[in-house]
Nanobody, 125 residues
Framework: VQLQASGGGLVQPGGSLRLSCAASESLLNYWAIGWFRQAPGKEREGVSSISSRDGTTHYADTVQGRFTISRDNIKNTVYLQMNSLKPEDTAVYYC???????????????????WGQGTLVTVSS
């Protein structure tokens, strides 16, 4: 599958952005879609994931309560609504797809088969 991430940009602290991950084929061909991010000088980390099948979601502790992941299986698109953004949320955000039943391993990069190109989110005043 080809994944196209979009929606990044510059936002002030406390602001919101919604990222989109558009897939070239049905999300149901995959077990889950995940969002990852990589800040300058840091390793890539899992942010959130959602099951294409039953809607089960997972969040990193650092974004729990601020970010919401959702899916539209008709549009083959996964969204990441990011609220109350902080400077430490600044990173390149990537979406990825997996055919594996990841559950507790949702944040492990090696579980994912296909990756999008990334979209830059900058949180700064």
């Amino acid at each position: 599958v080809q994944l196209q991430a979009s929606g990044g940009g510059l936002v002030q602290p406390g602001g919101s952005l919604r990222l989109s991950c558009a897939a070239s084929e049905s999300l149901l061909n995959y077990w889950a879609i995940g969002w990852f991010r990589q800040a300058p000088g840091k390793e890539r980390e899992g942010v959130s994931s959602i099951s294409s099948r039953d809607g089960t979601t997972h969040y990193a502790d650092t974004v729990q309560g601020r970010f919401t992941i959702s899916r539209d299986n008709i549009k083959n698109t996964v969204y990441l609504q990011m609220n109350s953004l902080k400077p430490e949320d600044t990173a390149v955000y990537y979406c990825a797809a997996t055919t594996r039943l990841v559950n507790k391993l949702w944040a492990r990069e090696y579980q994912y088969d296909d990756w999008g190109q990334g979209t830059l989110v900058t949180v700064s005043s």
